[in-house]
Nanobody, 124 residues
């Protein structure tokens, strides 16, 4: 399994931007599809975005489409989530995750490795 460490969370105002990073250990990062999920208090962990392991094709939840961008740098073993025009409803703990599955995994059980999470709080 790959070890994942997120960073970049914080407290921002509505309309601001943040970039989350997720650093992965090991030499097999490029063989994993990577995803970002988020979990608000009292709610389930929800899919945010995923990026394929090879050609970098991306998919997004409807709630973040057009505002968030997932990207990866395989040379740096890092996946990013650029979040623009943040809204209070984006407040959550954000997790990155790695999947061995082909294609565009989006469900929590599809991902075997998880980071510890980073808090994003958006004030109105």
């Amino acid at each position: 399994q790959v070890q994942l460490v997120e960073s970049g969370g914080g407290l921002v105002q509505a309309g601001d931007s943040l970039r989350l990073s997720c650093a992965a250990s090991g030499r097999t990062f490029s063989t994993y599809a990577m995803g970002w999920f988020r979990q608000a208090p009292g709610k389930e962990r929800d899919f945010v975005a995923t990026i394929s392991r090879s050609n970098g094709v991306t998919h997004y939840a409807d709630s973040v489409k057009g505002r968030f961008t997932i990207s990866r740098d395989n040379a740096k073993n890092t996946v990013y989530l650029q979040m623009n025009n943040l809204k209070p409803e984006d407040t959550a703990v954000y997790y990155c995750a790695a999947s061995n599955l082909l294609g565009f995994p989006r469900a929590v059980p599809d991902f075997r490795s998880w980071g510890q999470g980073t808090q994003v709080t958006v004030s109105s």
